[in-house]
């Protein structure tokens, strides 16, 4: 090999190192979604540096220049695919049409078979990469330079032989195991860029499941926190009514008491035995909700009468405080009857009756429903101490109570509202709430309670 040779090799292979770096930079990180755009400045590129490979040949015989602009594109079709391959070849092509000289012809179609054979490998061998890629990449080399070999016919006749011959050599020398080294550095880009991405998601995932464990962590301390709280209140709640209880009994034990004391004390026995009653209802709704033990036992119920009992059971001055409690029925008796569940509605509204009570100190509260579609929505209003804005979705949630302090005379076992939710979604309805800290809260449940035709 001439002088000449030997430098204008040594510039084939850096203008194939731009061609590595150009696949590393521009495609590989794209390589998951490249769009049309990218495919078509790739193409660009790639002819680009087909051009500058032809501008730095080494020349066999004026007009006969030799480059390694088989071993680029090729190798493009394989890694890059059909649309910047093609567009690579168009320019090339169009180039070499331009330089002219008696390989023309045989330049032109040796662009196109390079291009064209790597494209086909990629189409028919998309595994190649997981297979022996030596060995691939050689079948490629060999390939595409036979095909090269070969169009040595579209030579004019009288360098046929001479050039046939002359290539051969570089042929299996350089550019065979240039297609081999040019692909063997293209599969290392791409691996080193597989590796990255594992490791991005590795990392991520690593950031997702931390985060998702300090989450749990924190979960799990909320509700320890809640779960405790409950159990002080729960002792508070039974305690105080079992005092009165056993406290008042013992003074009925006294031969000396009047009538009236003697009413008066059984009046708080009775009491506190409702209040005790109360908590052990919650107590088994609740459980019962949580093992899934609740049915639904749908029945004609005549919803004016359930609210005749809350109020009965709510407006005697013991209960009501010096409240002022208003029921509201919106329907006649008759309009009023529907199939539904008497006891969990009677359950669900009895909570929100007694919370207005017990969270208000002075005012209205105002109770009933209204009629909205084919639902009945059921409200209790009330001028009480309203609700954090930012507590108003939590305390749906069992045990959550806006003031934990069991000090309060409002203390409560933070089960009432979990209840009324569960059971207006047993039904088929919702639960909401608007409030203002000061002011006053109206919870709201829906029922179905008309079919929809
Ligand atoms: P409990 O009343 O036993 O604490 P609930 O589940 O019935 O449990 O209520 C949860 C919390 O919601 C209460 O602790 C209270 O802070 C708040 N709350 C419920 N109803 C009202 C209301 N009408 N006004 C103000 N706060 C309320």
Known sequence: MSGSIFVGLLQNTAILLAFGLLYDNLWINRLEHPNLRIKIISGVLIGTIGIVLMLTPWTMIPGIVFDTRSVMLSIAGLFFGAIPTVVAMIMDIAFRAIIG???????????????????????????????NRNLELLLLGITVHALMLASTVLLPSELKMGIFEAILIPM??????????????????YENWKTRLAREELLKSEQRLISDLVKAKE?????????????????????????GILGFAEILQNPNINGDEMKEYLGVIRESGTRMLDIIHDLIAVSKLETGQVNIRAASVNVNAILDEIYNRYSSPSEIK???????????????????????????????????????????????????????????????????????????????QVNTSIS????????????????????????????????GSTFYFTVPAWSAS
């Open 322 to 400: 010096g409240l002022q409690l208003i029921v509201r029925k919106n329907l006649s008796d008759k309009e009023c009857t529907i199939t539904s569940d008497k006891e969990k509605i009677h359950s669900a509204l009895s909570n929100l009756v007694k919370n207005a009570i017990k969270y208000s100190n002075e005012g209205v509260i105002e109770f009933g429903y209204v009629k909205k579609g084919r639902y009945l929505e059921f409200f209790v209003k009330d001028q009480g101490i309203g609700i954090p804005a930012d507590k108003q979705a939590a305390i749906f949630d069992r045990f959550v």
């Open 408 to 439: 309060t005379a409002n203390a409560g076992t933070g089960l009432g509202l979990s209840i009324t939710k569960a059971y207006a979604k047993l039904l088929g309805g919702a639960v909401s709430v608007t409030s203002e800290e000061g002011k």
């Open 172 to 189: 299996v020398l350089v550019y065979i195991p240039a297609e081999l080294l040019l692909g063997r550095l293209l599969v290392s880009q």
């Open 101 to 131: 000289g008696g390989g023309q012809l045989m330049g032109m179609v040796v662009i196109l078979l390079s291009g064209t054979t790597g494209i086909l490998w990629r189409l028919y061998r998309p595994h190649w990469m997981k297979g």
């Open 219 to 243: 979960k799990a301390e909320e509700s320890d926190r809640l779960k405790s709280a409950f159990l002080a209140n729960l002792s508070h709640e039974i305690h105080t009514p079992m005092n």
